[in-house]
């Protein structure tokens, strides 16, 4: 019976192997055709979930921009975008250009780290993990540009004066490396630097020749305006990283002083410059040319290190800018500084706008001797009478971080569409638990409260706060809808049950923790 069985297995092999080579080209071709292509609009693949992983197996290079249907930025994007892989799909194929509509997709926000839209992501050889991001690219000419120095060289090797003199009088702005020899850690940084500054022309030479006549001696980057020389950094091994370069090099993109406007408001945040410092006041007041000649005159000193912006009161569009830093008409002029990354606001101490004043303001900062600002909201008399509790800066610690209740928290901007798209649910939500005693819905208006206990997220963000002697934050990462908060609720407050039976219980011992008497006390300064 043995010798049977073995006699079967090479024909069931063989029999399975000749099936497979059975199958004429012509019906492969039929197989694989069955897939259809994925669909293209104006020279953009139209990418979804369902065929994402395809698109990135399918090609070498693939740009795609994750967009919100219902925000203008994107609908600005898209168009150059588009233009961008027009005009490539003939001269480099194997680069395909795709955009996926990610409103509701918040696992793929989440994925590829979206914070804000639109938002472009470059992906090589099919590799969903770590993609490239393509910061800061607007134009169809600069998206390609990138690519092309994405895809091969980043910079041009420059031969003679006579090429230097031709790159830097082509563009308003240009960027030449001198160097001693091209095998270095400074070129390294440098080609790495041009690869996401597609805005202008980058060129590098280590020709004795071509540095003596421009008065270079050592490794140097400078850059170039309309032909003239505007900025030389000094290229040491190890000194200068490639964020430290694209900052200075972009600062030249804009004035030294910026006046905020809806032009002007996306090339701010693309210079990759964390601190911005903002003067508020009215450009039809008598004082305003010798204040801003005063604030002009303290910028150079910090190009790279701190932003200056210039935001006129008297713009009704810039009313999202006057509440987020709640500027009055009776404050101006007024100086702040934010910071990017932490959201902190710092107040200028002095009330007269001098150059000494800024310069001392700024300093003082760049120190880590500047003093935080900090605003809220006044608790209304009804905060707590609905189903959804009323949160502000002055009562959130008070109500947030305590020994008794879980409380969980929508942290919004009343003037953005997902924020007000989800109120009601969250109404819904405070309905549900309005009768449990230790569970507390709320929410707070983050532009016009700060909260210096939780690190600030593209709003709308949610965060739950379990009950328990000790400061604990749970971010949540759902979806946004009111059954997917409801099984996140309740499994928070399963696993606090749990923990709980496990420890004595403390009962009733106040709402305050050690931690956030610290905190309010920080507030109240």
Known sequence: MKTHHFFFLPLLFL???????????????????????????NSVLLLKKSNFDRALKETKYLLVEFYVSLSQASQNLSKEFAEAARLLKKEAPRIQFGKMDVTDQHDLRKEFNIQEFPTVKFFVDGIREAPIDCKGVRQASAFITWLKRRTGPSTVLINSTDQVEAIINADDLSVIGFFKELHNDSVEVFCETAKDVPEMPFGMTSSKDICAHYGIQTNTLVVFKKGKPVHNEVLE????????????????????????????????????????????????????NTTYENYKSAAAEFRGKIMFVLVNTNETRNGRIFEYFRIREVDVPAVRILNLTSQAKYKMPADEVTEENIRHFCQSYLDGKAKLHLSSEEIAEDWDKLPVKVLVGKNFNRIVFNR??????????????????????????????????????AKIDVTANDVLSVVMDRYPFFRLFPAGPDFQE??????????????????????????????????????????????????EL
């Open 15 to 41: 029999s399975g192997f000749l099936a497979v080579e059975c199958i004429s080209p012509t019906e492969r071709k039929l197989r694989k055709a069955k897939l259809p292509k994925i669909k293209k609009e």
């Open 237 to 288: 091994d190890g000194r200068r990283n490639k964020l430290d370069l694209t900052r200075i090099i972009k600062t030249f993109t804009l004035d030294l002083v910026t006046e905020y406007n809806l032009e002007t408001s996306v090339k701010i945040f693309d210079v990759p410059v964390e601190n911005h410092i903002l003067l508020f006041i009215p450009t039809n007041s008598k004082t305003f």
């Open 404 to 441: 008794t209740m879980t409380v969980f928290v929508m942290f919004y901007a009343p003037w953005s569409y997902d924020c007000r798209k989800l109120l009601p649910i969250w109404d819904k939500l405070g309905e549900k638990y309005q009768s449990h005693e230790d569970v507390i819905i």
């Open 474 to 523: 749970v971010p949540y990462a759902g979806e946004h809808n009111l059954e997917a908060f409801s099984e996140f609720l309740e499994e928070q407050i399963k696993m606090k049950a749990e923990t709980r039976e496990k420890g004595p219980s403390r009962g009733m011992q106040g709402v305050l923790s050690q931690k956030e008497t610290v905190i309010t006390e920080k507030e």
